[in-house]
């Protein structure tokens, strides 16, 4: 299993830019980065803006990744009914409670 944690940069190249752009990438390169990817973005219309180049660069974290890290959980609060029976339902913090609400109205429907 694949234990790398990677950092990530975006870059941001204008069309004007790109002349320098290999020089660029070269010294990040010694750095330790290297391309995951690479876009365009179109300006939107008549916003007068230019078309971009959008690379992304990964390199390896000094710290090894954590696999068995969990996510913080969300806070209590009311969020939409996963299940969809309801606008929405109680998150304790750690599990969906029978609490739920619809149009401001409290009610109980067990999960």
Same mark, same amino acid.
């Given at each position: ?12 190249? &204008?069309?004007?830019? +790109? ?5 660029? +990438?070269?010294? +990040? ?24 180049? +959008?690379?992304?660069? &990964? ?53």
């Amino acid at each position: 299993m694949d234990t790398t944690a990677w950092e990530y940069r975006l870059l941001s190249v &204008k069309q004007f830019e +790109l002349p320098g752009l290999q020089t660029l +990438l070269n010294d +990040l390169g010694l750095a330790g980065w290297e391309v995951a990817g690479v876009t365009s973005s179109a300006p939107a219309w008549n916003t007068g803006a230019q078309q971009e180049t +959008l690379v992304v660069l &990964k390199r390896s974290s000094e710290q090894p990744a954590d696999r068995n890290r969990q996510a913080p959980a969300a806070p209590g609060a009311w969020y939409p009914d996963p299940r969809g029976r309801h606008e929405l339902r109680w998150w304790s913090g750690s599990e969906w409670t029978d609490r739920v609400s619809d149009a401001g109205r409290e009610g109980v429907d067990p999960v």
